[in-house]
């Protein structure tokens, strides 16, 4: 049975990280079906949205500690050159999920810890349950909060004195705490998680397939963006690469029609 479980509706991909009995801890196989499956889809068109969630009570507890120690040899026996082998096998999973033109919707349920954590920030949107806790928490078990993008993604979404309060100490956050920093999109309850990501992904259907894709690879560049102008050149760039696409006008007549768009199909 495989560790990350993909069902194909239509345009959109569900993708559940399938380990319940391990709280979705990443197992060096779920690491590879994560990394496998987000840098394939650089290259898909018939893949429009993904929604990632974690099956059962947890959306991930991070790294499976009991695998990767292998019953209490210590990590620290590999060599340095492995160690960065690895480590890079796992890092590369947000820089996919950050490169693929999808974007990508997080229903986090319950614990979303360490790489969990950077899974749910590598996301789009982020929907949330009550009792969700997350936590960058590499700190609390010897290493460095700064992992996995954490360090990059957290700080831009909540500044840079609130991301050293929660990576520095560990410190979990709540679905409260979470939304107040903007960090969660929508709280609600775990049978909504899935009814609430729909409607996303609906809103998002009746964008065209390029200005979708633009919209998510602008959105990436301007928050790097070197000032005002860059940013614009590239909105300028999208608006004429998008007004010029076959689905531009139909587009253009379900708005004014008030329908839905049926854009023209595409092949992976």
Not at 15 to 37: G, H, I, Q, Y
Not at 73 to 90: D, H, K, P, W
Request: proline share 3%.
């Amino acid at each position: 049975m495989a560790d990350l479980e993909l069902r194909q509706d239509g345009e959109v991909i569900w993708a559940t990280m399938n380990r319940p009995d391990r709280l979705n801890a990443l197992s060096r196989n779920l690491v590879k079906e994560l990394r496998d499956f987000f840098v394939g889809l650089y290259w898909r068109r018939d893949v429009r949205v993904v929604v990632l969630t974690g099956a059962g009570n947890a959306f991930c507890a991070g790294l499976d500690l009991k695998e990767s120690t292998g019953g209490g040899n210590r990590e620290g026996r590999r060599s340095i050159g492995a160690g960065l082998t690895s480590q890079r096998e796992i890092s590369e999973i947000v820089i996919a999920m950050r490169r693929c033109p999808q974007p990508i919707i997080s229903c986090v349920n319950g614990a979303a810890a360490g790489g969990g954590f950077a899974l749910a920030l590598a996301s789009d949107i982020r929907i949330a349950t009550p009792n969700v806790r997350m936590n960058a928490a590499f700190i609390r078990i010897g290493l460095s909060a700064c992992d996995i993008g954490v360090s990059y993604f957290l700080p831009r979404m909540v500044g840079a004195s609130v991301a050293a309060e929660y990576m520095l100490t560990g410190r979990f956050i709540d679905a409260r705490r979470g939304h107040e920093l903007g960090l969660i999109n929508k709280v609600v309850e775990k049978d909504q998680l899935q009814a609430e990501a729909q409607g996303y992904v609906d809103d998002m259907l009746h964008a065209t397939p390029l200005g979708l894709r633009l919209t998510k690879e602008c959105l990436n560049h301007a928050i790097d963006a070197q000032g005002l102008e860059a940013a614009i050149a590239m909105e300028d760039r999208n608006q004429i690469l998008a007004s010029s696409d076959g689905d531009f006008g139909e587009g253009v007549a379900a708005f004014l029609e008030k329908r839905k768009p049926v854009y023209s199909k595409r092949e992976g």
